[in-house]
């Protein structure tokens, strides 16, 4: 009976250590992806890798998913392939023969992940539309244009510090 399990960081500046530290894992399957994407190879790949009899672990059920149905589904599929799931942080653990409190729990806190999700992008939204009514860039600065680099790189081989053309302002985009 294996122990696998999967381990997800939302960016490459954040420390996967204390993810199931101390837990006597056969296979670790570690991936850099953000919970909103539902395409994340590394955790297909550990899903394909799990058979009947052996348990999944996971930190904690946000790093399956911000949201209310993933978590829950992704744990009733495993257990009806007889897999048992066992999330670390929240103390809950699933075979199929569930008692309804722990469903009941699962459920909470994939509600409040999920309204928590919502608020952060909903102030997201108000913060670029306040951004953007003040005439600030919103978003990724503008690409410098064909014209600009070719200006750039004629200054440089002219002999200008490298690093004075890289402060000349890019131009903003076109307007559509």
């Known amino acids: 009976m294996a122990n696998v399990g999967y381990i997800r960081a939302s960016s490459y500046g954040q420390n996967i250590e204390r993810q199931l530290d101390g837990s006597d894992l056969d296979q670790v399957f570690e991936q850099k992806a953000s919970a909103r994407r539902t395409e994340r190879p590394k955790l297909k790949e550990c899903l394909r890798y799990l058979r009947k009899g052996e348990t999944f672990h996971i ?3 946000d790093r399956l998913a911000h949201n209310l149905f993933d978590p829950q589904k992704l744990a009733g599929e ?3 392939q007889g897999v048992a799931v066992q999330f670390h942080k929240e103390h809950l653990t699933f ?3 569930e008692n309804p409190m722990a469903i009941l729990r699962l459920q909470v806190m994939g509600a409040i992940a999920q309204s928590e999700r ?3 992008k909903e102030c997201q939204r108000e913060g670029v539309a306040a951004a953007k009514a ?6 990724a600065k ?3 244009t064909g014209d600009q680099v070719t ?3 004629q200054r440089v081989a002219a002999g200008t510090f490298k690093s004075e053309p890289a402060r000349v302002r ?3 985009p076109a307007a559509h």
Do not use: D, F
């Open 59 to 61: 930190h904690s059920k």
């Open 78 to 80: 495993l257990t009806g």
């Open 95 to 97: 075979t199929g023969e």
């Open 118 to 120: 919502t608020l952060i």
């Open 134 to 139: 003040k005439g600030k860039q919103a978003g």
């Open 142 to 144: 503008p690409e410098p």
């Open 151 to 153: 200006e750039v790189r």
């Open 170 to 172: 890019r131009s903003p």
